[in-house]
Protein backbone atom coordinates (compact mmCIF):
# COMPACT_ATOMS: atom_id res chain seq x y z
CA UNK A 1 0.00 0.00 0.00
CA UNK A 2 1.04 3.27 -0.71
CA UNK A 3 1.43 5.59 2.27
CA UNK A 4 -1.92 7.15 3.85
CA UNK A 5 -2.64 10.69 3.17
CA UNK A 6 -2.54 12.82 6.30
CA UNK A 7 -5.81 13.21 5.95
CA UNK A 8 -6.95 10.12 5.01
CA UNK A 9 -9.04 10.13 8.75
CA UNK A 10 -11.62 12.98 8.28
CA UNK A 11 -13.45 12.70 4.99
CA UNK A 12 -15.56 15.54 5.98
CA UNK A 13 -14.43 17.91 3.32
CA UNK A 14 -15.70 15.52 0.43
CA UNK A 15 -16.83 15.26 -2.10
CA UNK A 16 -13.73 18.02 -2.48
CA UNK A 17 -9.94 17.64 -3.34
CA UNK A 18 -8.74 14.61 -2.56
CA UNK A 19 -4.82 13.86 -1.81
CA UNK A 20 -2.80 12.52 -4.54
CA UNK A 21 -3.57 9.07 -5.99
CA UNK A 22 -1.76 6.60 -8.20
CA UNK A 23 -4.42 5.07 -10.43
CA UNK A 24 -5.48 2.97 -13.49
CA UNK A 25 -7.65 3.03 -16.38
CA UNK A 26 -9.45 0.45 -18.50
CA UNK A 27 -8.90 2.58 -21.66
CA UNK A 28 -7.15 4.79 -23.49
CA UNK A 29 -7.07 8.03 -21.63
CA UNK A 30 -6.00 11.56 -22.36
CA UNK A 31 -5.01 13.45 -19.49
CA UNK A 32 -3.45 16.91 -18.55
CA UNK A 33 0.42 16.64 -18.14
CA UNK A 34 1.83 18.05 -15.11
CA UNK A 35 4.00 21.30 -16.19
CA UNK A 36 1.42 21.56 -19.20
CA UNK A 37 0.58 19.75 -22.00
CA UNK A 38 -1.08 16.28 -22.30
CA UNK A 39 -0.24 12.38 -22.77
CA UNK A 40 -2.15 9.62 -23.14
CA UNK A 41 -2.41 6.91 -20.48
CA UNK A 42 -3.25 3.09 -21.63
CA UNK A 43 -4.44 0.64 -20.03
CA UNK A 44 -0.93 -1.22 -18.95
CA UNK A 45 -0.10 2.00 -17.16
CA UNK A 46 0.14 3.63 -13.94
CA UNK A 47 -0.09 7.34 -13.67
CA UNK A 48 0.03 9.78 -10.78
CA UNK A 49 -2.19 12.11 -9.85
CA UNK A 50 -1.41 15.12 -8.50
CA UNK A 51 -4.24 16.84 -6.32
CA UNK A 52 -3.01 20.19 -6.16
CA UNK A 53 -2.71 21.12 -9.60
CA UNK A 54 -5.60 18.30 -10.85
CA UNK A 55 -3.09 17.16 -13.56
CA UNK A 56 -1.45 13.78 -14.08
CA UNK A 57 2.19 12.25 -14.87
CA UNK A 58 2.94 8.96 -16.26
CA UNK A 59 4.25 6.76 -13.04
CA UNK A 60 4.81 3.30 -14.72
CA UNK A 61 4.74 3.00 -18.52
CA UNK A 62 3.85 -0.35 -19.17
CA UNK A 63 4.73 -1.08 -22.38
CA UNK A 64 8.30 -0.29 -21.53
CA UNK A 65 8.27 -3.74 -19.78
CA UNK A 66 6.59 -5.76 -22.17
CA UNK A 67 2.75 -5.37 -20.83
CA UNK A 68 1.65 -3.78 -24.36
CA UNK A 69 -2.04 -5.64 -24.67
CA UNK A 70 -2.37 -6.25 -21.05
CA UNK A 71 -5.16 -4.49 -18.56
CA UNK A 72 -3.88 -3.85 -15.05
CA UNK A 73 -7.25 -4.31 -13.19
CA UNK A 74 -5.42 -3.84 -9.57
CA UNK A 75 -2.45 -2.03 -8.44
CA UNK A 76 -0.65 -2.10 -5.15
CA UNK A 77 2.38 0.64 -4.71
CA UNK A 78 4.68 0.43 -1.70
CA UNK A 79 8.74 -0.52 -1.65
CA UNK A 80 8.17 -1.88 -5.63
CA UNK A 81 4.71 -2.20 -5.78
CA UNK A 82 2.04 -5.34 -7.27
CA UNK A 83 -0.10 -5.96 -10.48
CA UNK A 84 -2.48 -8.27 -11.32
CA UNK A 85 -3.65 -9.05 -14.78
CA UNK A 86 -7.75 -8.96 -16.52
CA UNK A 87 -6.78 -12.36 -18.37
CA UNK A 88 -3.38 -14.58 -18.07
CA UNK A 89 -0.29 -13.50 -19.93
CA UNK A 90 3.32 -14.15 -20.10
CA UNK A 91 5.21 -11.19 -18.08
CA UNK A 92 8.95 -10.76 -18.70
CA UNK A 93 11.29 -13.12 -15.91
CA UNK A 94 8.52 -14.98 -14.62
CA UNK A 95 8.07 -18.57 -15.66
CA UNK A 96 4.74 -20.16 -16.99
CA UNK A 97 1.61 -17.94 -17.71
CA UNK A 98 0.41 -15.42 -15.13
CA UNK A 99 -3.38 -16.24 -14.13
CA UNK A 100 -5.57 -13.49 -13.88
CA UNK A 101 -6.03 -14.51 -10.26
CA UNK A 102 -2.56 -13.91 -9.84
CA UNK A 103 -0.66 -11.12 -8.12
CA UNK A 104 3.16 -9.94 -9.71
CA UNK A 105 5.49 -7.72 -7.76
CA UNK A 106 7.42 -5.47 -9.71
CA UNK A 107 10.54 -3.93 -9.09
CA UNK A 108 11.38 -0.84 -10.40
CA UNK A 109 15.24 0.39 -11.78
CA UNK A 110 13.46 3.90 -13.44
CA UNK A 111 10.42 4.86 -13.85
CA UNK A 112 8.55 7.24 -15.84
CA UNK A 113 8.84 7.66 -19.81
CA UNK A 114 11.55 5.01 -19.31
CA UNK A 115 10.53 2.22 -17.01
CA UNK A 116 12.58 -0.70 -16.59
CA UNK A 117 12.82 -3.40 -13.69
CA UNK A 118 11.98 -6.66 -12.81
CA UNK A 119 9.15 -8.87 -12.41
CA UNK A 120 8.67 -11.44 -9.54
CA UNK A 121 5.61 -13.92 -8.81
CA UNK A 122 4.05 -12.77 -5.67
CA UNK A 123 0.81 -14.21 -5.21
CA UNK A 124 -0.37 -17.99 -6.71
CA UNK A 125 -3.89 -17.61 -6.49
CA UNK A 126 -4.73 -20.92 -6.64
CA UNK A 127 -3.09 -21.46 -3.67
CA UNK A 128 -5.21 -18.92 -1.85
CA UNK A 129 -8.23 -21.43 -3.56
CA UNK A 130 -9.03 -18.78 -6.42
CA UNK A 131 -9.60 -21.75 -9.26
CA UNK A 132 -12.72 -20.51 -10.86
CA UNK A 133 -13.36 -18.48 -13.63
CA UNK A 134 -15.08 -15.82 -11.72
CA UNK A 135 -12.30 -15.66 -9.10
CA UNK A 136 -10.06 -13.25 -11.18
CA UNK A 137 -8.55 -10.86 -8.60
CA UNK A 138 -9.69 -7.77 -9.51
CA UNK A 139 -8.98 -5.46 -6.74
CA UNK A 140 -6.73 -5.84 -3.40
CA UNK A 141 -4.67 -4.18 -1.25
CA UNK A 142 -1.40 -5.80 0.61
CA UNK A 143 -0.22 -4.47 4.64
CA UNK A 144 2.47 -6.45 5.81
CA UNK A 145 2.01 -9.93 5.91
CA UNK A 146 -1.80 -9.59 5.24
CA UNK A 147 -3.60 -9.40 1.88
CA UNK A 148 -6.78 -8.13 1.23
CA UNK A 149 -8.97 -9.40 -2.49
CA UNK A 150 -11.93 -9.12 -4.56
CA UNK A 151 -12.82 -11.21 -7.02
CA UNK A 152 -14.77 -10.12 -10.89
CA UNK A 153 -17.26 -12.75 -9.49
CA UNK A 154 -18.26 -14.90 -6.40
CA UNK A 155 -16.00 -16.48 -4.71
CA UNK A 156 -15.36 -19.42 -1.94
CA UNK A 157 -12.49 -20.26 -0.59
CA UNK A 158 -11.83 -23.35 1.48
CA UNK A 159 -10.26 -23.35 4.67
CA UNK A 160 -9.99 -25.05 7.74
CA UNK A 161 -12.87 -24.54 9.05
CA UNK A 162 -15.43 -24.20 6.21
CA UNK A 163 -15.68 -22.17 3.49
CA UNK A 164 -15.43 -18.13 3.02
CA UNK A 165 -17.98 -17.24 0.55
CA UNK A 166 -18.59 -13.97 -1.08
CA UNK A 167 -19.37 -11.86 -3.56
CA UNK A 168 -17.58 -9.69 -5.95
CA UNK A 169 -18.47 -6.41 -4.40
CA UNK A 170 -16.70 -7.95 -1.36
CA UNK A 171 -13.54 -7.95 0.15
CA UNK A 172 -11.74 -11.11 1.91
CA UNK A 173 -8.63 -11.19 3.80
CA UNK A 174 -6.20 -14.16 3.79
CA UNK A 175 -2.62 -14.59 5.78
CA UNK A 176 0.73 -14.34 3.45
CA UNK A 177 1.11 -18.01 3.55
CA UNK A 178 -2.40 -18.75 2.14
CA UNK A 179 -6.55 -18.60 3.23
CA UNK A 180 -5.94 -22.21 4.95
CA UNK A 181 -6.44 -20.78 8.69
CA UNK A 182 -7.98 -17.52 8.90
CA UNK A 183 -9.56 -16.50 6.17
CA UNK A 184 -12.66 -13.77 6.40
CA UNK A 185 -14.91 -11.60 4.87
CA UNK A 186 -13.10 -8.06 6.00
CA UNK A 187 -15.72 -5.72 4.33
CA UNK A 188 -19.16 -6.83 3.56
CA UNK A 189 -20.36 -4.37 0.97
CA UNK A 190 -23.19 -6.71 -0.14
CA UNK A 191 -24.32 -5.98 3.22
CA UNK A 192 -23.78 -1.79 2.43
CA UNK A 193 -26.26 -2.05 -0.54
CA UNK A 194 -24.12 -2.86 -3.73
CA UNK A 195 -25.41 -5.32 -5.10
CA UNK A 196 -26.46 -4.86 -8.69
CA UNK A 197 -23.88 -6.70 -11.61
CA UNK A 198 -22.93 -2.89 -12.17
CA UNK A 199 -21.34 -2.52 -8.54
CA UNK A 200 -18.75 -5.02 -8.36
CA UNK A 201 -15.56 -3.41 -6.58
CA UNK A 202 -12.98 -3.23 -9.00
CA UNK A 203 -10.42 -0.86 -7.09
CA UNK A 204 -9.76 -1.32 -3.72
CA UNK A 205 -6.85 0.86 -1.01
CA UNK A 206 -6.93 0.67 2.59
CA UNK A 207 -5.31 3.32 4.56
CA UNK A 208 -3.25 3.60 7.39
CA UNK A 209 -1.97 0.45 8.73
CA UNK A 210 -5.22 -1.62 8.17
CA UNK A 211 -6.42 -0.93 11.45
CA UNK A 212 -10.63 -1.28 11.01
CA UNK A 213 -10.72 2.57 11.76
CA UNK A 214 -8.62 3.82 8.89
CA UNK A 215 -10.83 4.22 5.43
CA UNK A 216 -11.26 2.58 2.28
CA UNK A 217 -11.11 3.93 -0.93
CA UNK A 218 -12.68 1.89 -3.70
CA UNK A 219 -14.45 2.20 -7.35
CA UNK A 220 -16.86 -0.08 -9.27
CA UNK A 221 -17.02 -1.60 -12.83
CA UNK A 222 -20.40 0.38 -13.26
CA UNK A 223 -22.56 2.54 -11.49
CA UNK A 224 -22.62 2.98 -7.45
CA UNK A 225 -25.64 4.26 -5.48
CA UNK A 226 -25.76 3.03 -1.96
CA UNK A 227 -26.08 5.06 1.33
CA UNK A 228 -27.26 8.09 -0.47
CA UNK A 229 -24.59 8.52 -2.59
CA UNK A 230 -24.59 8.07 -6.80
CA UNK A 231 -21.32 7.64 -8.31
CA UNK A 232 -19.72 6.51 -11.95
CA UNK A 233 -16.90 3.84 -12.77
CA UNK A 234 -14.84 6.60 -13.26
CA UNK A 235 -15.20 8.35 -9.28
CA UNK A 236 -13.62 6.64 -6.33
CA UNK A 237 -15.57 6.20 -3.28
CA UNK A 238 -14.13 6.41 0.28
CA UNK A 239 -16.16 3.99 3.29
CA UNK A 240 -15.88 6.73 6.15
CA UNK A 241 -16.28 5.35 9.73
CA UNK A 242 -16.35 1.98 9.35
CA UNK A 243 -17.79 0.97 13.02
CA UNK A 244 -19.88 -1.80 12.33
CA UNK A 245 -18.13 -4.81 12.20
CA UNK A 246 -19.19 -8.54 13.23
CA UNK A 247 -19.11 -12.04 12.04
CA UNK A 248 -20.13 -11.41 8.45
CA UNK A 249 -17.95 -8.68 8.11
CA UNK A 250 -17.47 -4.13 7.85
CA UNK A 251 -20.23 -2.80 6.56
CA UNK A 252 -20.69 1.16 5.11
CA UNK A 253 -23.65 1.61 6.56
CA UNK A 254 -25.35 2.74 9.88
CA UNK A 255 -25.65 7.04 11.39
CA UNK A 256 -22.20 7.01 11.83
CA UNK A 257 -21.06 5.61 8.43
CA UNK A 258 -20.98 7.12 5.02
CA UNK A 259 -20.08 6.56 1.59
CA UNK A 260 -18.55 9.63 0.33
CA UNK A 261 -17.30 10.53 -3.08
CA UNK A 262 -13.92 11.17 -2.70
CA UNK A 263 -12.38 11.51 -6.40
CA UNK A 264 -14.67 12.88 -9.13
CA UNK A 265 -12.97 11.73 -12.03
CA UNK A 266 -15.51 13.51 -14.33
CA UNK A 267 -14.22 16.44 -13.31
CA UNK A 268 -10.29 15.56 -13.28
CA UNK A 269 -10.57 14.53 -16.90
CA UNK A 270 -11.30 11.00 -16.31
CA UNK A 271 -14.37 9.18 -18.18
CA UNK A 272 -13.41 5.85 -18.66
CA UNK A 273 -13.42 3.13 -15.62
CA UNK A 274 -10.69 3.27 -12.99
CA UNK A 275 -9.62 -0.34 -12.44
CA UNK A 276 -7.01 0.13 -9.44
CA UNK A 277 -6.50 2.96 -6.54
CA UNK A 278 -3.79 3.67 -4.40
CA UNK A 279 -2.82 6.64 -1.65
CA UNK A 280 0.10 8.42 -2.32
CA UNK A 281 2.30 11.14 -1.23
CA UNK A 282 4.08 13.27 -3.40
CA UNK A 283 7.30 11.70 -5.16
CA UNK A 284 10.30 12.02 -2.61
CA UNK A 285 8.12 12.85 0.67
CA UNK A 286 7.14 9.41 2.39
Not at 32 to 49: C, Q, S
Not at 92 to 108: A, K, L, N, Q
Request: net charge negative; hydrophobic share 35%.
Amino acid sequence: MGASPASAADLSDYPGDPGDLYLTVAENTTLPKLGGGTFTAADEDIVYFHAAERQYELFFDGSDVGLSGATIDAVEVTDGFFLSFTSARSVSGISGTVDDSDIVRFEPASLGSTTAGTFFPRVDGSEFGLTSDGEDIDAFSVIDDRFFFSTTGDFSIPTSSGTVSGQDEDIFECMDDGCDEGAKILLNFTASGLSSDSEDVDAFAMAGGGTLSENVLLSTTGSFSAGGLSAANEDVVACDDRSSHDASGITCTGSKVKFVKYFDGNTRSIDGNVTGVDWAFEPGSE
